[in-house]
Nanobody
Framework: VQLQASGGGLVQAGGSLRLSCAAS????????MGWFRQAPGKEREFVASINWNGAATQYEDFVKGRFTISRENAKNTVYLQMNNLKPEDTAVYYC?????????????????WGKGTLVTVSS
């Protein structure tokens, strides 16, 4: 499956952005989806995930209560709504896909990656 993330940009602290990730090439509902991010000089880290039909989600602690992951299978798209953004959320955000949902969400467990979209949060 091919993935394309979009929606990044520059926002002030406390602001909001919604990232989108459009999928093509295979049946989107066959895949669990994840969002990861990589800040300058740091390793890529897990942010949030969602199962094939949106009934199950997981979040890393640092985004709980601020970010919401969702998907629209009819549009082959997964979203990441980011509210109350903080300067430490500044990173390149990536969407990724794999065929199973449960378990750890590690970079090495993902089967497909999209190109990232840059989110910059100013203080």
């Amino acid at each position: 499956v091919q993935l394309q993330a979009s929606g990044g940009g520059l926002v002030q602290a406390g602001g909001s952005l919604r990232l989108s990730c459009a999928a093509s090439g295979r049946t989107f509902s066959d895949y669990a989806m994840g969002w990861f991010r990589q800040a300058p000089g740091k390793e890529r880290e897990f942010v949030a995930s969602i199962n094939w039909n949106g009934a199950a989600t997981q979040y890393e602690d640092f985004v709980k209560g601020r970010f919401t992951i969702s998907r629209e299978n009819a549009k082959n798209t997964v979203y990441l709504q980011m509210n109350n953004l903080k300067p430490e959320d500044t990173a390149v955000y990536y969407c990724a896909a794999r065929t199973w949902y449960s378990g750890w969400w590690r970079v090495e467990d993902m089967d497909f990656w999209g190109k990232g979209t840059l989110v910059t949060v100013s203080s």
